[in-house]
Structure formats: structure tokens, C-alpha cells
Nanobody, 121 residues
């Protein structure tokens, strides 16, 4: 079974930086796209950024210019570099991956358990 494990969350002051990592492991045949979602207090889960296997990136308007998503295809790992953090960025951040797995090679979507990011003075 596929597992997505996030790391790098924590408490940071406004203007600070964090880098999140998400490593996918298991019987992975192919990694299609990987991305990050977040859910803040009282809010719905929203897309933060994603990246295709070819490196094409998409960002939410609220984070564009501050966050950078990248991936290491060989390691099935996606990263989210978060700079100039704001209190509004406080949320649980979830890794998502579109993966084809063995033995069926069928594409499915998988979620990590989430990592808390708190931006506060």
C-alpha cells in the first residue's frame, strides 16, 4: 500500500520560512502529479500548489511568488518551500499524489496525514 509521509511543519513567525517534504513509498508504478493542499481553521481544503511529472507547476493566487513547489521524481518526493509566511497561511498541509500502483497500474489519488503549519508572532 502507498504511503505519503509529510514533514517540515511547525511554528514560525510571520515573514519566516518553512520547507515541507512529502515522500511517497510503496508499490508505485508511476508518479503522475504531486501537490499540496491545505485546510485552515473554519475553511475548506484548497489547492496550494501542484506539479506534474514534467515539471509544470500551478499555484494558488494567495501563495504565488512566496511558495515554490518542486519534486524529485527518482525519490517520489515533493517539496514546498514557503517563504514570507503570513498568519493566513496557518493550516494543516496535506500532500496529494496521483499514482499508478502495482500490480494493476491503475491511477489513484493518495493523501498524507497532514502536517501543521502555524504562523504566529
Amino acid at each position: 500500500q502507498v504511503q505519503l509521509v509529510e514533514s517540515g511543519g511547525g511554528l514560525v513567525q510571520p515573514g519566516g520560512s518553512l520547507r515541507l517534504s512529502c515522500a511517497a513509498s510503496g508499490s508505485i508504478f508511476m508518479t503522475n502529479a504531486m501537490g499540496w493542499y491545505r485546510q485552515g481553521p473554519g475553511k475548506e481544503r484548497e489547492l496550494v500548489a501542484d506539479i506534474t511529472s514534467g515539471g509544470t507547476t500551478t499555484y494558488a493566487d494567495s501563495v504565488k511568488g512566496r511558495f515554490t513547489i518542486s519534486r524529485d521524481g527518482a525519490k517520489n518526493t515533493v517539496y514546498l518551500q514557503m517563504n514570507s509566511l503570513k498568519p493566513e497561511d496557518t493550516a494543516i498541509y496535506y500532500c496529494n499524489a496521483a499514482l499508478a500502483t502495482y500490480p494493476s497500474r491503475m491511477l489513484g489519488h493518495y493523501w498524507g496525514q497532514g502536517t501543521q503549519v502555524t504562523v504566529s508572532s
